[in-house]
């Protein structure tokens, strides 16, 4: 069974930088798509990034696109998110959720059903 892990979240100022990250147990992370996820109090979940179980596709809502990057680091079984120039507006609790995908069906970043959760980092941007 799937375990998620998050770590790295803490307080940054507006402009600043932050890598969390997304570390399994139980199995290979190279066998999943990642999504990050994030709920500020009051709002909607909402997926951030997604990278493929193969790493060759991500994806990015726009309001993150050109600030944060999704990577694999496949030796030490963990994802990481890896955000630039912090936004008051990024203030959330950030999640990494796992979907299993075949080695025919590697390369995808849409359509998945995420069954595995961890318990979430929080991430506050604050001046």
């Known amino acids: 069974q799937l375990q998620l892990v998050e770590s790295g979240g803490g307080l940054v100022q507006p402009g600043g930088s932050l890598r969390i990250s997304c570390a399994a147990s139980?199995?290979?992370?190279?066998?999943?798509?990642i999504g990050w996820f994030r709920q500020a109090p009051g709002k909607e979940r909402e997926e951030v990034s997604c990278?493929?179980?193969?790493?060759?596709?991500?994806k990015y809502t726009d309001s993150v696109k050109g600030r944060f990057t999704i990577a694999r680091d496949n030796a030490k079984n963990t994802v990481s998110l890896q955000m630039n120039s912090l936004k008051p507006e990024d203030t959330a609790v950030y999640y990494c959720?796992?979907?299993?995908?075949?080695?025919?069906?590697?390369?995808?970043?849409?359509?998945?059903?995420?069954?595995?959760w961890g318990q979430g980092t929080q991430v506050t941007v604050s001046s």
């Open positions: 959720a796992a979907d299993r995908q075949w080695w025919y069906d590697s390369s995808r970043c849409q359509g998945l059903s995420y069954d595995y």
């Open positions: 139980g199995s290979t992370l190279n066998y999943y798509a």
């Open positions: 990278i493929s179980s193969s790493g060759a596709v991500t």
